[in-house]
Nanobody, 119 residues
Framework: QVQLVESGGGLVQAGGSLRLSCAAS????????MGWYRQSPGKQRDLVAI???????NYADSAKGRFTISRDSAKNTVNLQMNSLRPEDTAVHYC?????????????WGQGTQVTVSS
């Protein structure tokens, strides 16, 4: 069993920055990948960025050039530096992990942290 706890969300003006963090805990035997998804009312949950255990990254087109995902494998944490924020970035952001725990590979989700960008 794995628990994910997010922090760093909040309210910022357009053009501002936020740094999201997610810490994984529990009986983790192997962590394959971690990342961030976001969902706004009436919309699907979409990938923002993801990073694998060997450091490979993928970003949504809207995030490229503005956001940077990073990880600390020793601490099982993942961060998302969000710069040049836009009102359309407003959403609940969820931490995601794919990990081996309790003899199986499973997907895990955090509770979510709200990011609101005002114009």
């Amino acid at each position: 069993q794995v628990q994910l706890v997010e922090s760093g969300g909040g309210l910022v003006q357009a053009g501002g920055s936020l740094r999201l963090s997610c810490a994984a805990s529990g009986s983790i035997f192997s962590m394959s990948r971690m990342g961030w998804y976001r969902q706004s009312p009436g919309k699907q949950r979409d990938l923002v960025a993801i990073i694998t255990s060997d450091g490979n990254t993928n970003y949504a087109d809207s995030a490229k050039g503005r956001f940077t995902i990073s990880r600390d494998s020793a601490k099982n944490t993942v961060n998302l530096q969000m710069n040049s924020l836009r009102p359309e970035d407003t959403a609940v952001h969820y931490c995601y992990a794919f990990a081996f725990s309790d003899r199986r590979w499973s997907e895990y989700w955090g509770q979510g942290t709200q990011v609101t960008v005002s114009s």
